[in-house]
């Protein structure tokens, strides 16, 4: 069974700075990707960024230049740098990943940015 538990979320000023991470346990082993994604209240679950086993990134336009993400594949983890936050990263953040032919969410972690 695989388990993914986040950390790290939290509230804080704009302009400010947060870094979640994520970590997947369970017989698990080459994740083939590893994301962030989010959902604000009353809108739809959106991409934020992934990464692939080989470390290609890919970012939502609204967050490039602002948040980095990163991985390591020997602890299954992934983690999420997010620097100059907005009032509109508000939401909560889940953790997932790509496993064999399916993906595993975590539970998510509330990220609250105030102006």
């Known amino acids: 069974q695989v388990q993914l538990v986040e950390s790290g979320g939290g509230s804080v000023q704009a302009g400010g700075s947060l870094r979640l991470s994520c970590a997947a346990s369970g017989r698990i082993f080459s994740i083939n990707a590893m994301g962030w994604y989010r959902q604000a209240p009353g809108k739809e679950r959106e991409l934020v960024a992934t990464?692939?086993?080989?470390?290609?990134?890919n970012y939502a336009n609204s967050v490039k230049g602002r948040f980095t993400i990163s991985r390591d594949n020997a602890k299954n983890t992934v983690s999420l740098q997010m620097n100059s936050l907005k009032p509109e990263d508000t939401a909560v953040y889940y953790c997932a990943i790509l496993w064999g032919a399916n993906w595993y969410w975590g539970q998510g972690t509330q990220v609250t940015v105030s102006s």
């Open positions: 990464i692939t086993n080989s470390g290609n990134t």
